[in-house]
């Protein structure tokens, strides 16, 4: 399995440009995540899917916007960047198991907003 | 909300000797509470996890100790190692979402 994938690994963009970080995962998980880390900080949740169709806001989702139309995909989309956004993106899977999750992340996505 | 507080945010020991980082979390009815490491240029990686009906789980040389009265868990890595240098992330969890705590960056001298 090559587990949870993010492409690009690095994009610098201008301010009002828009972009779509990818993410996919081959391990059939239901729950799909997308945080970002800013320089020296925790991660903060943006949106998360417990399924196909199925999103729903975090703790920071101003900005950005998601779909699910599959079980393996779940794409985030910067609608006009702004250099607030410049962070690393990481997405993560997990399946709620015994009402426990281990969530498996990507390697990242660093964008730059100049 | 779930919030998580996380103690120290930067530590430094002495390759062989103890590291302990201490987590706090506000939400009672938490029930699991995983640690995960982030080596510089990766994500996170889940290290050790402890559920709420266990008090402490041991792997290797990494532990993790648990008190529901006071709502604080531990990770404790005994004999560090060069590789154990990364930042290290708490949090806790009821259900579909983790709340992770800031983060602590171990540096391990030798």
């Known amino acids: 399995n090559a587990g949870v994938t993010q492409t690009p690994k690095f994009r610098i963009l201008k301010i009002g440009q828009s972009m779509t970080l990818q993410c996919a995962q081959d391990m059939n998980h239901n729950y799909m995540y997308w945080y970002r880390q800013d320089p020296g900080m925790g991660l903060k949740l943006i949106y998360y899917s417990v399924g196909a169709g199925i999103t729903d806001k975090g703790e920071v989702p101003n900005g950005y916007n998601v779909s699910r139309s599959t079980t393996e995909d779940f794409p985030l989309r910067l609608e006009l960047a702004a250099p607030s956004q410049t962070s690393v993106y990481f997405c993560a899977s997990s399946v709620l198991a015994g009402g426990l999750q281990t969530q498996y992340f990507g390697p990242g996505t660093r964008l730059l907003v100049l | ?110």
């Open chain 2, 1 to 110: 909300g779930e919030n998580v507080e996380q103690h120290p945010s930067t530590l430094s020991v002495q390759e062989g000797d103890s590291a302990v980082i201490k987590c706090t979390y506000s939400d009672s009815a938490s029930n699991y509470f995983p640690w995960y490491k982030q080596e510089l240029g990766k994500g996170p990686q889940l290290i050790i996890d402890i559920r709420s009906n266990v008090g402490e789980k041991k792997d290797q040389r990494i532990a993790v100790t648990l008190n529901k009265t006071a709502k604080h868990f531990s990770l404790h890595i005994t004999e560090t190692q060069p590789e154990d240098s990364a930042v290290y992330f708490c949090a806790a969890t009821t259900a579909q979402k983790l709340v992770f705590g800031q983060g602590t960056r171990l540096t391990i001298n030798p």
